[in-house]
């Protein structure tokens, strides 16, 4: 059974950090894009990161990122990460992790969550002001 297990939430105060972690099974980031996206009240999902391997590890970052996260995959654990920095009260959303396949789709858009075929719950990220 395809699965993916997003963990790591809670609440921050403004600042602080967090490092949320996606445990799957089955994806190989040689085949498939792992990508996390948020979603807060009332505002569309939006891509936060995303990682797969073309020879070498490729990341992509949403804009309002900035620099303050970072993610990373460690393969044996079948678990990504995203270590999130000099977090905002505008950071606060649910964030989810996905996998969306690369076969045959050179042009994959790996911010885009409607190219993402399976779905972990989400975790809950609170960061008072």
């Known amino acids: 059974e395809v699965q993916l297990q997003a963990s790591g939430g809670g609440l921050v105060q403004a600042g602080g950090s967090l490092r949320l972690s996606c445990a799957h099974s089955?994806?190989?980031?040689?085949?498939?894009?792992i990508g996390w996206f948020r979603q807060a009240p009332g505002k569309e999902r939006e891509g936060v990161s995303c990682?797969?391997?073309?020879?070498?590890?490729?990341?992509y970052y949403g804009r309002f990122v900035k620099g303050r996260f970072a993610i990373s995959s460690d393969s044996d654990k079948h678990t990504v990460y995203l270590q999130m920095n000099s977090l905002k009260p505008e950071d606060t959303a649910v964030y989810y992790c996905?996998?969306?396949?690369?076969?045959?789709?050179?042009?994959?858009?790996?911010?885009?969550?409607?190219?993402?075929?399976?779905w972990g719950q989400g975790t809950l990220v609170t960061v008072s002001s």
């Open positions: 996905a996998a969306g396949s690369r076969i045959s789709r050179p042009a994959f858009d790996g911010l885009d969550f409607k190219n993402y075929n399976y």
């Open positions: 089955e994806f190989t980031l040689d085949d498939y894009v």
């Open positions: 990682i797969f391997n073309r020879s070498e590890i490729v990341t």
